[in-house]
T-cell receptor, first 108, second 114 residues
Framework: AQRVTQPEKLLSVFKGAPVELKCNYS??????LFWYVQYSRQRLQLLLR??SRESIKGFTADLNKGETSFHLKKPFAQEEDSAMYYC??????????FGTGTLLAVQP | NAGVTQTPKFQVLKTGQSMTLQCAQD?????MSWYRQDPGMGLRLIHY???????DQGEVPNGYNVSRSTTEDFPLRLLSAAPSQTSVYFC?????????????FGPGTRLTVT
């Protein structure tokens, strides 16, 4: 079975502080992993995917198969990063399964 | 192009009523899906389709029906609305021939069942 766990419902940091949004997954095969973001009053959109090994808006995420984790990191948070972040996993069935989400609040 | 569109934006139903949430995409995507978003529960997959004429159940299919008669449209039907179906509903689509699997979401339909 596919499962994605995001243990924090809310993460509050000050502007300029480092950010780490946690994501752990359960899947027996080789997963495709993603981070999606939903800014206030906007639709959900893709932030980054592990297969691309990219950095978007200063965010990076590394797939750790040993720890089955895909944590999202940014060294210096900005107020415009405040949003709901969802980790998602796609397995062999092509179904995209989401975690429960973490609300990131960046304080000035 | 418009991407993924959903109608209506808001809807209030009484318990027992039925209705259809509309979803359309103009990107010629084979894969379409419906999610519901609830506080503390994240997004849960209701139904999905890998192409016209093919649908399958997701995590929470009970109380919902779908059909896929064209590539563009993927309506979600609530057969007999219940208060537990109060939620925000998102439709999404993606191409299946892309390595990157980016899924595009609609703006959502906020449904209240009283």
């Amino acid at each position: 079975a596919q499962r994605v766990t995001q243990p924090e419902k809310l993460l509050s940091v000050f502007k300029g502080a480092p950010v780490e949004l946690k994501c752990n997954y359960s899947y027996s095969g080789s997963p495709e992993l993603f981070w999606y973001v939903q800014y206030s009053r906007q639709r959900l959109q893709l932030l980054l995917r592990h297969i691309s090994r990219e950095s978007i808006k200063g965010f990076t995420a590394d797939l750790n198969k040993g720890e089955t984790s895909f944590h999202l990191k940014k060294p210096f948070a900005q107020e415009e990063d405040s949003a709901m972040y969802y980790c998602a996993l796609m397995g062999a069935t092509n179904k995209l399964i989401f975690g429960t989400g973490t609300l990131l609040a960046v304080q000035p | 192009n418009a991407g993924v569109t959903q109608t209506p934006k808001f809807q209030v139903l009484k318990t027992g009523q039925s209705m259809t949430l509309q979803c359309a995409q103009d990107m010629n995507h084979e894969y379409m899906s419906w999610y519901r978003q609830d506080p503390g529960m994240g997004l849960r997959l209701i139904h999905y389709s890998v192409g016209a004429g093919i649908t399958d159940q997701g995590e929470v299919p009970n109380g919902y029906n779908v059909s896929r008669s064209t590539t563009e449209d993927f309506p979600l039907r609530l057969l007999s609305a219940a208060p537990s179906q109060t939620s925000v509903y998102f439709c999404a689509s993606r191409a299946t021939d892309s390595l990157y699997y980016e899924q595009y979401f609609g703006p959502g339909t906020r449904l209240t069942v009283t």
